[in-house]
Each structure stands twice: as structure tokens, then as C-alpha cells.
């Protein structure tokens, strides 16, 4: 992935980006795409005789035990995706069978029959689904109220990561995205232009890490940014205390401190418990996307 591929690839995820408002790829493929070259990484490229630019982007990363693939069609292109997204799916699926096979998910935005049909021709099934929501900022008083000698401070560089690694890789034990972390996997999105440590929010309870709430901001040109709930875990040992609610509240008036008026996250449908309380304190769902998995060989 040389600096003009870069690019190319880049021009169309940003036209997907401004027709659906919302990023093509995952951080982990963002990040995969930017470092472009690490083991398990593949980009494909599909073009048409008659045209300057590509007309879609296929994307293989090796996660935590599986494969990660991503399919974008230009949106100037997506009429004919019958005929594209096979091309391009089917492409990256061999990737994967070449490099010895594994556990594969791919991962659509607001998927249509089309994308069903797609996945059941290359023997992926239905998985996890996720919901974005959001709600505006700020909080209610009577929210804000409810964090009253509710402590927390920032993130710690360097003297934080080994503690909050075993707290995320504990709450996080079946998830293949969030799971299994290592250092050099943190590192890389504390690394990234949006990081900061002052949106990176620990409870300390009992001397150790009860759980975390990680913001990140969204810059929009001549807007106010968008907040996010990057990442949220209590710590098992904690749980059944309503952390999580409060840990989010926090997360929330950090956000709204740093100029966002709107907050945004992502939580699993099948997840009632945290669905309903987000709902709870205000968050309403925007879309959904689907995770299509399967064993390929």
C-alpha cells in the first residue's frame, strides 16, 4: 500500500463516508489500511475499463483469532452491486483461504437482502448485530445529578495500560474486536490524532480499576464535533453496582465539556441489559449493521 494507492483508496471511502455520514471502516481496518503492509493485511482494489477511479474496496485484516473483511462500493456504483459486491466479496474470501482460512466476519452497514444474499453464496450466516445510538448534549440536570461523589480521573500513559488491559480483556473475553488486546494494540489507537487521555476515564474503587469509560471526539467541518463512547467496561469483580450507568453519565459530561453536542455509541442488539440502559438515560436508535460470519477453508 504505497502513498497513491493510499490515496485512491482514501478518495472512495470518503465519497461512501459523505453519502451514508458515517466511516466505511472500523478503526481496526482504518488503522490496518493506514499502516498498510503489517502481516494479514490485504486491499483490493476493483475497477471498470472506463473509468479513472476505482469502483470499489475490499479489505482483509487478521484480528484476534479471525479475519476481518470490509467491502465498499463507490456510491456512484452501488445500482450495480449485484454484480460488484461477488466480485469483491468472493476476492477476499479467497485471500483468506490462500493465507490457510479461519473464522471470518464481515461486517455491513444497514444490510439489505442483497447483502443476505451475497454472504449465503460465499457460506457466511447472520451474527452479532450492533445499534448505533445517540442523544444530544448536554445532560439533563437530573442526570447530572446522579453522578454527585461519583469519582473519576484521566487515563495515565505509562502507568495505567497493564492494569486497564487485564480490565478490558476480562470484560471483554468473547469479543473478537475488543478482546485479546496487547500493548502494541492499545498503543496504536493512543497513537491516533483523537486521542486524548482527558476523554479517558478511570474508577478507582477497592485500589484497583473498577471499570473505564473511553471517549473519543469526531471533528465535522464547520460543525460541532460528535461524542463517542469509544469504549466501556466494568471490571467483573464490580459488577451488579451500577458502574455503567455512571461510568457513561461521566463519559458524557466529558464529551459536553469538550464542545460536543451530540454523543454517539455502538452496543450489541442481543445486549437488553445495556440497550435498555442507555435508553434509559436518553439514547435512541440511529442504525444498525450485521456482522455475517462462517468458517472458510
Not at 192 to 221: Q, S, V
Request: glycine share 10%; net charge negative; aromatic share 8%.
Amino acid at each position: 500500500m504505497n502513498a497513491d494507492h493510499f490515496a485512491v483508496v482514501t478518495e472512495l471511502l470518503s465519497a461512501a463516508e459523505r453519502a451514508d455520514g458515517q466511516r466505511a471502516l472500523s478503526d481496526h481496518l482504518w488503522l490496518d489500511l493506514r499502516q498498510g503492509g503489517r502481516t494479514g493485511f490485504a486491499a483490493i482494489l476493483g475497477w471498470e475499463h472506463d473509468h479513472d477511479h476505482p469502483v470499489a474496496y475490499s479489505q482483509v485484516s487478521r484480528g484476534n483469532d479471525s479475519w476481518s473483511i470490509d467491502v465498499v462500493v463507490h456510491p456512484h456504483h452501488r445500482y450495480d452491486m449485484a454484480a460488484i459486491g461477488p466480485q469483491m466479496l468472493n476476492a477476499a474470501i479467497e485471500t483468506v483461504c490462500n493465507e490457510g482460512g479461519g473464522h471470518v466476519h464481515w461486517w455491513v452497514f444497514e444490510p439489505t437482502s442483497t447483502h443476505h444474499t451475497l454472504a449465503s453464496k460465499v457460506g457466511l450466516s447472520p451474527g452479532r448485530e450492533l445499534i448505533q445510538m445517540k442523544r444530544s448534549l448536554p445532560l439533563e440536570q437530573h442526570l447530572i445529578s446522579r453522578t454527585t461523589g461519583f469519582i473519576t480521573r484521566p487515563f495515565i500513559l505509562g502507568k495505567d495500560n497493564e492494569e486497564w488491559l487485564a480490565v478490558n480483556n476480562l470484560a471483554f473475553v468473547e469479543h473478537a474486536e475488543q478482546g485479546g488486546w496487547d500493548n502494541a494494540t492499545f498503543l496504536s489507537r493512543t497513537n491516533e490524532p483523537w486521542f486524548n487521555p482527558e476523554g479517558f476515564l478511570i474508577h478507582i474503587r477497592d485500589n484497583e480499576m473498577a471499570g473505564f469509560c473511553w471517549t473519543k471526539l469526531h471533528p465535522r467541518e464547520s460543525r460541532p464535533p460528535v461524542g463517542e463512547i469509544y469504549v466501556i467496561a466494568v471490571n467483573p469483580a464490580h459488577g451488579g453496582q451500577g458502574l455503567g450507568t455512571l461510568l457513561t453519565l461521566a463519559g458524557l459530561q466529558a464529551l459536553a465539556h469538550q464542545g460536543a453536542i451530540e454523543a454517539m455509541l455502538y452496543v450489541d442488539r442481543d445486549n437488553t441489559g445495556a440497550v435498555t440502559m442507555y435508553e434509559r438515560i436518553g439514547f435512541t436508535s440511529n442504525h444498525r449493521e450485521r456482522a455475517f460470519v462462517g468458517d472458510v477453508h
